[in-house]
């Protein structure tokens, strides 16, 4: 089974800086593209970063390009977002995603299906 366990959410004012990450359990992660999504009250669970096996193609939202940054290490099985320049309206709960392996392109980031998925950490971020 696929496992993934995010940490490193709370509570910080506009301006600061949180790194979430996420720890993967199975065999494949290396080959495995992997995803952070937010959901926000009332909104719908948007994908804002996105990384390929390799580290070789990435993809983010406009709303976080420029303050976020998405990276892994595939020896430690973990996938990180740092997160700079925090704003109210980064607040929301923060998932990591998987997708199971298969053919990829630099599009299948944003347009492939994420097939597992953490419980979620909460960011929340004051003015």
């Known amino acids: 089974q696929v496992q993934l366990v995010e940490s490193g959410g709370g509570s910080v004012q506009a301006g600061g800086s949180l790194r979430l990450s996420c720890v993967a359990s199975?065999?494949?992660?290396?080959?495995?593209?992997m995803g952070w999504f937010r959901q926000a009250p009332g909104k719908e669970r948007e994908l804002i970063a996105a990384?390929?096996?390799?580290?070789?193609?990435?993809h983010y939202a406009d709303s976080v390009k420029g303050r976020f940054a998405i990276s892994r290490d595939n020896a430690k099985k973990t996938v990180f977002l740092q997160m700079n320049s925090l704003i109210p309206e980064d607040t929301a709960v923060y998932y990591c995603?998987?997708?199971?392996?298969?053919?990829?392109?630099?599009?299948?980031?944003?347009?492939?299906?994420?097939?597992?998925w953490g419980r979620g950490t909460q960011v929340t971020v004051s003015s």
């Open positions: 995603a998987a997708q199971k392996p298969g053919q990829f392109s630099a599009g299948s980031l944003s347009r492939a299906p994420y097939d597992f």
């Open positions: 990384i390929s096996g390799s580290s070789a193609f990435d």
């Open positions: 199975g065999p494949t992660f290396s080959v495995s593209t």
